[in-house]
């Protein structure tokens, strides 16, 4: 510690000036860094019109992946869409280490919170947070559409309980 109070001005500058170029790594870099070996880091912005989005069928409706991937600031995301058919659940409650945000375009949603019921129509949105035991169903007369956008990733160290989403 006796050298810290020998230090002058131009040694205070280049100790800064090293700390400074230690912090400048890119965004990007640090994403990527962050990234499993599979996963793309989302650093180019872009548009996902609907029509372009590939639909892939299920016994309980429709679902199509919008983007999946690492943000620069490390965040790993994952948007789809869903078209769910009525009277069905896209997979029993389950619980999980990421959060998701589902919006509801269409129908009538019935969120299982943990136990407590909710019903959720156009416009509403629904936040399962991590570790809580959460399922949606359909429970009107027509197809219901959402989006959901995941956030997070499952740790290989954490077991993941009920059916994957």
Known sequence: M????????????????????????????QAQAQAMPSEKVLSTPGAFPFDSLTPK???????????????????????????LLPGHMPHPAHKHRHSEFMMIREGTI??????????????GVIFAASGIMHGIKNVGDAPANYFVIAIGRESPM??????AR
Not at 58 to 82: C, D, F, K, M, S
Not at 110 to 123: A, I, L, M, S
């Open 2 to 29: 006796s050298g810290m109070k020998n230090l002058n001005r131009r040694d205070l500058c280049v100790a800064l000036s090293a700390f400074a170029a230690m912090g400048s790594v890119s965004a990007s870099a």
């Open 57 to 83: 069928k299920t016994e309980n409706g429709v679902t199509r992946p919008v983007i999946q991937g690492v943000l620069p600031t490390g965040e790993a995301v994952e948007l789809h869409e869903t078209t």
């Open 110 to 123: 019935e969120f299982d919170n943990d136990g407590k019921k909710e019903r959720v129509g156009p416009g």
């Open 158 to 163: 954490t077991p993941v309980e009920g059916t």
